[in-house]
């Protein structure tokens, strides 16, 4: 992909009032960069390694916990609404991991991490070996310097009734079609007053019915939600530079994009076609640095797929303050600039070039106003340049 170094320095919203001081901005760069498309059609479906299910697994799991939950699985459930693909998302209550353990890959078998059913029934042997619990891999993987390890999270067996479930209850899906077997075990757990199911990826055959094992979790001990499946998918692709970036901050900023790509549905602010560039932003691979650099909140590479955050200065400012810079960056990534405000000649709402820009209108769809609030503006000066 083509980049683009010049960089739309954006004091996030608020700044605005001040010029946006820094935003050092190239004649070429004042257009939008329609080619980044090129690799990633706007309003395209979710890519194909997004539906590959130990993807599900890992963004449910990591969605999971910059929510509080203890862990999350996708129940490979999914639905089209005019806002997009929502994934059906199971959430842990905090509590219902008793054990989290890094194997050594060697020790499973050598599994790949494509290979739910296989890995599923490797951790559960490594867990009943140990007696650590019922286990649910996080198909996350790393190196600890002496070999691959996959994490896994086990449960609390309290939190769990086991039950061998006949065939005709569940169609006799095949016990090694992951996504179907995990839409068996949802839909048996959920029909009979259960919280979630896991199957276990183990199938006999007893007194002529063949039986599937299934982990039920009872009820009380999980969530469901529907979550975007650009919201999951952020988690595998947007990441953070961790020296600047702590893991709390980076954890709320998580939660601030999504709430930026919540509102992108029912804004009214964006056209279809900014709608649909700012959703192809959210599907590029976008890199997260802290600053400290003075006057600003953020800024972002034009067209470009990194973010700047002065996290000491944007966070104290609030949530919505943090959703609507962040907005405001993306729009900068998926390629729309804006000129530099003129004191005293642009005001908020003037429909002029400066507040009617494409980045300062998505500030509206977080909360209806372009961030300038009169009890902050002061402070807003302070950073001036
Ligand atoms: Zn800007």
């Known amino acids: 992909m083509m980049k683009r170094f010049s960089l739309g320095v954006c004091v996030s919203a608020s700044m605005m009032l001040l010029g946006c001081g820094g935003e050092l901005l190239d004649a070429e760069a004042q257009q939008p960069e329609l080619e980044v498309l090129s690799e990633k059609p706007a309003g395209a479906a979710a890519s194909v390694t997004e539906t590959a299910s130990d993807f599900r697994f890992r963004t449910a799991n990591r969605y999971a916990g910059i929510h509080g939950y203890a862990a999350g699985f996708g129940n490979f459930h999914e639905a089209s609404y005019a806002g997009g693909v929502v994934r059906g998302t199971m959430l842990l209550k905090p509590g219902t991991v008793a054990n989290y353990r890094e194997v050594y890959r060697s020790q499973l078998g050598n599994t790949a991490l494509s290979n739910i059913p296989e890995l599923f029934r490797r951790a559960q042997d490594y867990g009943n070996l140990h007696g650590l619990g019922i286990a649910l891999p996080t198909f996350e993987q790393g190196n600890n310097g002496s ?118 549905q029912t804004c ?111 402070s807003r000066e302070q950073h001036s340049h």
């Not at 952020?234 to 530079?241: G, I, K, Q, T």
């Not at 997260?288 to 990194?306: L, M, P």
Request: glycine share 10%.
């Open 147 to 264: 070999g691959v390890v996959y994490s896994i999270n086990f449960l609390h067996p309290s939190v769990v009734e086991f039950r061998d479930v006949p065939g005709w209850a569940i169609g006799y899906p095949n016990v090694n079609d992951a996504a179907a077997m995990m839409r068996a075990a949802n839909d048996y757990a959920t029909a009979n007053g259960f919280s979630a199911g896991l199957p276990t990826f183990h199938s006999a055959v007893y007194s002529g019915t063949q039986v599937y094992g299934m982990h039920l979790i009872r009820p009380g001990y999980a969530d469901f939600r529907d979550v975007l499946a650009d919201v999951l998918g952020m988690h595998d692709r947007f990441s953070s530079d961790a020296p600047t970036v702590s893991a709390a901050n980076w954890a709320r900023t998580l939660r601030r994009h999504e709430a930026a790509q919540d509102s992108i």
């Open 268 to 378: 009214t602010h964006l056209t279809n076609l900014e709608k649909s560039l700012l959703r192809g932003a959210y599907r590029k691979n976008v890199h997260h640095t802290g600053t400290t650099e003075a006057g600003i909140n953020a800024r972002a590479e034009v067209g470009g797929d990194d973010v700047w955050v002065n996290f000491g200065v944007l966070f104290p400012q609030g949530d919505i303050e943090i959703a609507q810079t962040l907005i405001h960056e993306m729009m900068h990534i998926a390629g729309y600039t804006h000129p530099d405000r003129r004191a005293g000649i642009d005001h908020p709402y003037d429909g002029g070039p400066y507040y009617n820009s494409a980045p300062l209108r998505a500030e509206l769809c977080i909360a209806g106003y372009q961030s300038i609030h009169s009890t902050r503006e002061p």
